[in-house]
């Protein structure tokens, strides 16, 4: 069964960077996209990135291009987060997702998720 | 980019009631329409991909229904487990988004 596992809280500094790991389990990281979403203190859910990670392409929300970066590493079968410039703005909770592509239906859908990575930015 | 817009913000109901939320796309993005249920303290859980399909292992009571611009998700006869949040998201095109959110409170 496939599983992402995420890296522990993080606090930091406004200016600071910050990187969270996902790791995945139960399935070959390279056969589906995995996407990073943030849902901000008693807010909604927001698309940050997504990686391909066969290619290690990636595309980025045009609110977050500049300070984004997703990475991937297929040896340990993990991919990276990492967005600099923090603010206090940025003090959410950070979500994995695996994308999934139907066969016989059409879209895109993320399962599963990762637990959830909180980053605190704080002076 | 394409918004998404969710009524009710919250509801409350009983126990063994039926209850919908729906969702509406700024565009028609056909059925490329998912929910999500997320409980407190918990990552979002697939309930329904592309408006109608069920996802494994979720109860039958969760529907989804529409296309186009407007979409429905129905949970009936209401359990306790099913306090909640749910969210819909459109997969239509990029940048992939996210209706606000229904808070579904059981009285």
């Known amino acids: 069964q496939a599983q992402l596992v995420q890296s522990g809280a993080e606090v930091k500094k406004p200016g600071a960077s910050v990187t969270v790991s996902c790791k995945a389990s139960g399935y070959t990281l390279a056969n589906n996209h995995m996407y990073w979403v943030r849902q901000a203190p008693g807010q909604g859910l927001e698309w940050m990135g997504t990686?391909?990670?066969?290619?290690?392409?990636?595309s980025y929300a045009q609110k977050f291009q500049g300070r984004l970066t997703v990475t991937r590493d297929l040896s340990t079968g993990t991919v990276y987060m990492e967005l600099s410039g923090l603010r206090s703005e940025d003090t959410a909770v950070y979500y994995c997702a695996r994308g999934n592509f139907g066969v016989n239906t059409p879209g895109l859908w993320f399962d599963p998720w990762g637990q959830g990575t909180p980053v605190i930015v704080s002076s | 980019d394409i918004q998404m817009t969710q009524s009710p913000s919250s509801l409350s109901a009983f126990v063994g009631d039926t209850v919908t939320i729906t969702c509406r796309a700024s565009?028609?993005?056909?059925?490329?329409l998912n929910w999500y249920q997320q409980k407190p303290g918990q990552a979002p859980k697939v309930l329904i991909y592309?408006?109608?399909n069920l996802q494994s292992g979720v109860p039958s009571t969760f529907r989804g229904s529409g296309s186009g611009t407007d979409f429905t998700l129905t949970i009936s006869s209401l359990q306790p487990e099913d306090s909640a949040t749910y969210y819909c998201q459109q997969s239509y095109s990029a940048p992939w988004t996210f209706g606000q959110g229904t808070k579904v409170e059981i009285k």
């Open positions: 565009q028609t993005i056909s059925t490329y």
């Open positions: 592309s408006a109608s």
């Open positions: 990686i391909n990670p066969s290619g290690g392409t990636t």
